[in-house]
């Protein structure tokens, strides 16, 4: 069959319905583009998106995402189930574990929050529980309010791209659209179809997730136990993550993980004879590493698990990916609006790559003290005794729940490239408040009449906020990306640049 040449119907195609690709509609639907996803599963339901399979830690970045579009209130989870990772009351609780690097347990009482910079009393938790489900429920109401349409039942098998549109075919059938984003997942056909290189590195494990009746767990040690053959760990009677060092080969061989397997790798790594009655639910994963090396091939773009991969060890993955969103979302709309310079979009490989690599070490960094082998036990001692201390604790907590995160934009006040304080204005509105509609914002704590005027020029792209805050941190005023992100800050130490400057990098008034 032949593809149309009509003019699209659709601005973007997203491959993918997982919480990437539904978080992006979304994003693309508010920045007024027309959005059609396509899903190759008929059904979202699966067990491995629920409790206890699908449990999913949320960091900073994301729970800033959440509250700046006004669907934080809509997760459930976190307020019934005890959050692991954030201490309602942390001089009663300071051994309590909130967190880990390679299984070392990370202690509230030895992190010092004051430590990271531009934290306001009253902000957002730094993380936070929630499963896949509850996620991709949130995000496919949403979608679906603002306009996309979600095809279920349609995998993507092929990508064409011309200078001006992109046909993407699910067997014999054309969509047409002017870009797709591939958030089809670590298999990514778009990103195959798109032709991107995907380096990285061969795993060396193979990670298995199981819901099992054991005979006798107390043979089991409680917590997370790395062993002289790998790493075992049973959180909840019956759910037991286990780490068995074989290369991958288990998981790349496509086996059916059965009882009988999975109770021969708990007895080698656990040096028991643990016994297994019954085998509910499993799944294997492992600590392959890649990356895209773009994040960009003309009018095909990749967010997710589909630009990059690695071990969940710390539970980054999807945080990453929500991240990937939150920075491509308001910029591929302003190129369809013809608001932004089709460049501006290469700022997305530029920001995103890099904390997409650091990820990927981080986790990279974890494998190698969690081998089973006398050098990394040695290297994994020294590293629990610095996270023992408050700095290591601070630092490690810092880089899990993302408190680190920053954009290189240029400039000098340390804010810039920063996700924005939650400042609240004397009427009591909060900034977070303010994003829901995804516009970029000046945000004038001096009413200054020449800012007001600037982004006058800018209508229809930036919001003028103006207002005396109750904490402002020492700055006069600041330029807030849809994102969150602090593009130009003045007062204090610094200005971060000539304004006008930065407004024309970010968008293009010739076309008004
Ligand atoms: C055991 C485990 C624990 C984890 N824990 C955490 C954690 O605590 N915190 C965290 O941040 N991350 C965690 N992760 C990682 C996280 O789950 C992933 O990074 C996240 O799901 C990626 O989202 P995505 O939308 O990019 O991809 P996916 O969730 O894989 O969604 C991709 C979607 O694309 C669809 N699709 C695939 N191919 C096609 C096609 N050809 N055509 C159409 N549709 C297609 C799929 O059906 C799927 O719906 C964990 C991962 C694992 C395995």
Redesign the pocket.
């Not at 349609?154 to 098998?157: A, G, P």
């Not at 958030?183 to 778009?190: L, N, T």
């Given at each position: 069959m032949k593809a149309t040449t009509n003019q699209p119907s659709y601005d973007v195609i997203i491959?993918?319905?997982?919480?990437?690709?539904?978080f992006l509609a979304c994003e693309l639907a508010l920045g007024q583009c027309r959005v059609l996803v396509?899903?190759?599963?008929h059904n979202?339901e699966s067990p491995l998106k629920r409790l206890p399979?699908g449990?999913?830690?949320?960091?900073s970045p994301?729970i800033e995402a959440l509250l700046r579009r006004g669907l934080l209130e809509e997760l459930e989870i976190h307020k019934r189930l005890k959050n692991p990772h954030v201490s309602a009351k942390p001089q009663q609780d300071a051994q309590r574990q909130v967190g880990h690097f390679a299984g070392i347990p990370l202690l509230e009482g030895n992190i010092d929050r004051s430590k990271w910079a531009y934290r306001l009393p009253g902000s957002p938790d730094t993380s936070l529980i929630s499963e896949?489900a509850e996620l991709e429920t949130i995000l496919t109401r949403r979608a679906e309010t603002l306009g996309v349409a979600i095809r279920r039942g349609?995998?993507?098998?092929r990508v064409d791209q011309t200078g001006e549109n992109v046909t993407v075919w699910?067997t014999d059938q054309p969509f047409e659209a002017k870009w797709i984003v591939g958030?089809?997942?670590?298999?990514?056909?778009?990103r195959k179809a798109g032709g991107f290189a995907f380096e990285g590195t061969e795993p060396e494990f193979t990670?298995y997730?199981t819901l099992i009746d054991i005979v006798d767990p107390e043979k089991l040690r409680p917590g997370r136990n790395v062993t002289s053959k790998g790493m075992y760990m049973q959180s909840q009677p019956g759910y037991v993550l286990i780490q068995d060092f074989d290369g991958g080969a288990f998981h790349n061989s496509g086996a059916a993980i059965t009882r009988e397997h999975i109770q021969a790798v708990l007895r080698r790594i656990s040096g028991t004879d643990v016994t297994i009655r019954t085998r509910h639910t499993a799944?294997t994963?492992t600590d392959r590493a890649r990356q895209a090396s773009q994040y960009r091939n003309g009018r095909i773009l990749l967010?997710?698990?589909?630009a990059h991969?690695h071990s969940?060890l710390g539970?980054?993955?999807?945080?990453?990916?929500l991240g990937d969103v939150m920075n491509l979302g308001w910029k591929l709309a302003a190129v369809i609006r013809k608001q932004a310079p089709e460049a501006l979009l290469d700022t997305y490989h530029a920001e995103r790559h890099p904390i997409g690599a650091q990820v990927l070490d981080w986790s990279r960094a974890q494998v190698a003290i969690m081998r089973p082998d006398p050098q990394a036990r040695a290297l994994r001692t020294i590293v629990q005794d610095l996270i023992d201390t408050g700095d290591g604790a601070t630092y490690i907590a810092g880089r899990v729940w993302g408190m680190y995160t920053r954009y290189d934009l240029g400039g000098h006040h340390p804010l810039t490239g920063r996700s924005v304080p939650d400042f609240q204005l004397a009427d009591g509105t909060k900034i977070a408040a303010l994003m829901h509609d995804g516009q970029m914002i000046l945000l004038d704590f001096e009413e200054n009449p020449s800012l007001r005027a600037l982004a006058n020029a800018y209508a229809r792209r930036i919001k003028y906020v103006s207002g005396k805050a109750k904490d402002r941190l020492g700055l006069d005023a600041l330029l807030i990306r849809p994102d969150g992100i602090v593009a130009w800050a003045s007062g204090g130490a610094a200005a971060s640049g000539d304004l006008t400057e930065i407004l024309n990098r970010y968008w293009d008034v010739t076309e008004d």
């Open positions: 491959s993918g319905a997982g919480p990437v690709g539904l396509l899903e190759k599963e979202p399979f449990i999913r830690g949320l960091s994301t896949m349609v995998r993507v098998t699910s958030c089809d997942g670590s298999r990514s056909v778009v990670g997730t799944t994963w967010a997710g698990d589909a991969i969940p539970g980054q993955g999807l945080n990453l990916g």
